[in-house]
């Protein structure tokens, strides 16, 4: 009988739990569209979300990760019509790299600067 519930498990001395594959995950902080230089896109939505892209792509390989290693994507933007209007950027990128993940997307009232769209991502292997 287990001591922590007074209920009998017959069972609990045989159950055993082992991890079937061990994961490295990395959290991606923010992404968005500034450039080498640490200055911020005037852009329109289409070139900054395309920036942002290229910034978490770069970040993802400096971890030592592929694209399709990216599990998880937050999407900040301060425009929902105009992120819905591109999206099909985001479903390319995607598609493109293979990529089987859960996106969520947050309307925001503010970024960084004159930015309109960040990208956190989950990458996992």
Known sequence: MSQLTGVDWPYFSTLTCKPLKIIEKEHISGQTAIDTNGKSSTADFTSQLLLSIANLEEVIANAGYKNSD??????????????????????????????????????????????????????AK
């Open 70 to 123: 990216i599990t998880r994507i937050t999407m900040y933007t301060t425009d929902l019509d105009a992120l819905g209007q591109n999206f099909g950027v985001i479903q390319e990128w995607i598609t493109s790299n293979n990529m089987r993940i859960a996106v969520t997307v947050v309307e925001v009232s503010k970024l960084f600067e004159t930015t309109v769209v960040e990208l956190e991502a989950i990458a």
